[in-house]
């Protein structure tokens, strides 16, 4: 009998993957395939034919190709990789196809079209450890194109991957930049001191009005955010100084984010008709050009000094969650290992910021690590306070008749606020925690003067406004709670935190016996974090009090659901209403079933 003989070869083997398929999918199933159609007709054939590859295969969201070149093969990535960015540029955030790519060398084993063997394996490795619109490549292709290819490439270091017994050395491909196959190196061992803040730059503002006197109003509204950012603490913002120096000249976002060293760069324009200003900006990522965030102001100009501090205030607001996503998905596909304390605590941001059981406990796991992994790094203590005191108040702890979670918790927060505050006691985030641990022991003076101290640190600080408000409407003051709820609205209308903001606006009509509006915005809170109990609690009790039956019952089902272990007695010890509110929250519980 004659052996079957196994046909092998050397090759350059692409893996390309979409990130964030299942979501994009769950959100518009005929669309997303639609754009990955058009991708693939447009780019995707025309780059493979253009570069000498082969699709062996498509995997829904995958893709697997090889090509006899290396060179090719990278040529292709990055061709590719670079026009969806142009792409997703004029695509809204929500709707944008993105995709990792890793490249290997490999010996493979061949069977009718397809391919196998570790070649193949390491190839979808290096994939998944490429940020998302990104290329990695191994060791052998880096040496291959490295004088052949007109581009710039970051040593990640040695990596150890799955179901490949030798670590794999990782070099990604820098799009910003061309280059020689020059190589920066990325430290092995990052600490706290070396966390690499992202940066980001604000230019000039443009004067489109064509009148000069009003220069000094467009300076002034790029010095003052630059003053504002400046606040936020989570990044390092570029003086006036060396941002001014491109004021009136053409603007290349990748040039300018290259010689200053930045991530991310804010832009914008003011043009004044009459007594009416519109003023735009729109916040860039440096790196691949791509549009985060926009938005438009028009306003009538009363008071041109108030309009200026109005603006700043709102375009500050909106940047900072922007910003905290953008570098949370930077961080999503890499092993908390490899972390450094900053990109840990945006990780845990993103998880939090779904306001779920499941993402609040894989949240604190990681800000645990951050703790035990840089125990002088403030913001990992502050954060883990706080985040443990909200899963305390919505209702996410487990319970054991031998075990109090709930006062163990909040022991362990009370000693991660305060040497949070040790460490940096100019932190906004540790006198926030500081200020929920008086809310939870229903303080209220102490709540509000930290949460003020906070604002006060950080002025353009939207959740410390909204959680100011939580205090207010915890201890039954509705009017006052809902001007801190309104503040936070505006000042940011897409925070990922926004539920809370919905939810909080709910309970202050709910006291003010507007049962209807109570309904209607802890309705938007449900809508918009479906597993956000607390939302869910004030809901039920609000449809109790306006006589709705039917959908009380309801309510209430699903509100058991979520928390099996509700009951009055869980309520008492666990929702910080002061004396003054708590009796009304409970008799809306009662009368919805709760016993």
């Known amino acids: ?128 450890i490429a940020e998302p619109g990104g290329i990695c490549i191994s060791q052998t292709v880096y040496d291959q194109v490295k004088n052949k290819v007109d581009l710039t490439f970051e040593d990640l270091g040695e990596k150890q991957v799955k179901n490949i017994p030798d670590p794999i050395r990782v070099y990604q491909v820098d799009l910003s930049q061309t280059g020689t196959g020059s190589v920066s190196r990325k430290p092995d061992v990052p600490s706290p001191l070396q966390s690499e803040k992202p940066s980001i730059a604000v230019l000039p503002f443009d004067n489109m009005s064509g009148d000069a006197e009003q220069e000094f109003f467009v300076d002034g509204i790029t010095e003052d955010i630059i003053t504002a950012l400046s606040k936020l603490r989570w990044f390092l913002v570029i003086a006036r100084n060396s941002t001014f120096v491109y004021k009136g000249k053409a603007q290349d976002i990748k040039q300018i984010g290259q010689e200053l060293g930045v991530r991310y760069v804010l832009e914008g324009s003011v043009r004044k008709s009459g007594n009416r200003l519109r003023i735009t900006a729109q916040l860039i990522d440096a790196t691949t050009g791509n549009h985060i965030w926009a938005e438009r102001y028009d306003r009538e100009v009363d008071d041109i000094f108030e309009l200026q501090d109005e603006i700043t205030q709102s375009v500050t607001a909106a940047i900072e969650p922007k910003l905290v996503a953008a570098e949370g998905v930077r961080s999503q596909n890499r092993s908390t290992d490899d972390l450094d304390a900053w990109h840990l605590i945006m990780r845990a941001m993103a998880l939090y910021g779904r306001m779920s059981i499941k993402g609040s406990e894989e949240a604190i796991e990681i800000l645990r690590q951050a703790v035990e992994k840089f125990p002088d790094y403030g913001p990992a203590h502050s954060l883990l306070a706080f985040m443990l005191l909200v899963s305390g108040h919505v209702g996410w702890i487990p319970e054991n008749d031998d075990y109090d979670y709930a006062a163990d918790l909040t022991q362990q927060a009370d000693e991660l606020a305060h040497r949070a505050a040790e460490l940096d006691n100019e932190d906004p985030w540790a006198h926030l925690a500081l200020g929920y641990l008086a809310f939870m022991e229903r303080r209220t003076e102490k709540t509000v003067a930290e949460y003020m101290r906070s604002i006060e640190l950080n002025p353009n600080f939207a959740t410390a406004y909204g959680y100011l408000g939580w205090a207010l409407v915890f201890d039954g003051q509705s009017d006052k709670a809902l ?76 509100l058991k659901e979520l928390q099996p272990n509700i009951s009055i007695a869980w309520m008492e010890q666990n929702v910080p209403y002061t004396s003054q509110a708590m009796p009304h929250f409970l008799d809306g519980m009662r009368k919805a079933g709760i016993v």
């Not at 790519?101 to 490999?106: D, Q, S």
């Not at 309104?486 to 909080?504: K, V």
């Not at 974090?529 to 019952?553: D, I, N, V, W, Y």
Request: charged share 25%; with cysteine; proline share 2%.
């Open 1 to 128: 009998m004659e052996s079957q003989h196994e046909e092998r070869r050397l090759t350059s083997i692409l893996a390309a993957d979409v990130v964030g398929y299942s979501r994009l999918m769950a959100a518009d199933e005929s669309g997303t395939l639609r754009r990955l159609k058009t991708h693939r007709k447009e780019l995707f054939d025309p780059k493979t034919a253009e570069h000498h590859g082969r699709v062996v295969k498509l995997m829904g969201d995958g893709t697997l190709m090889e090509f006899g070149s290396v060179v090719d093969a990278v040529n292709f990535a990055v061709d590719v990789q670079r026009a969806i960015a142009v792409r997703n540029a004029k695509t809204p955030e929500d709707q944008r196809i993105i995709y990792r790519m890793g490249i290997n060398i490999g010996d493979i084993i061949v069977e009718g079209d397809d391919i196998y063997g570790d070649g193949v394996n390491v190839a979808a490795r290096l994939e998944s």
């Open 483 to 558: 001007e801190y709820f309104r503040q936070a609205l505006r000042m940011s209308p897409h925070d990922p935190l926004i539920a809370f903001f919905y939810s909080g606006t709910g309970v202050a009509h709910y006291y003010a016996h507007r049962y209807d509006e109570a309904i209607e915005w802890t309705g938007k809170a449900i809508a918009e974090r479906p597993g956000f109990t607390a939302a869910h609690r004030l809901h039920c009790a609000s449809l109790a009090q306006a006589g709705k039956t039917e959908e009380t019952r309801s309510a209430v089902a699903k």
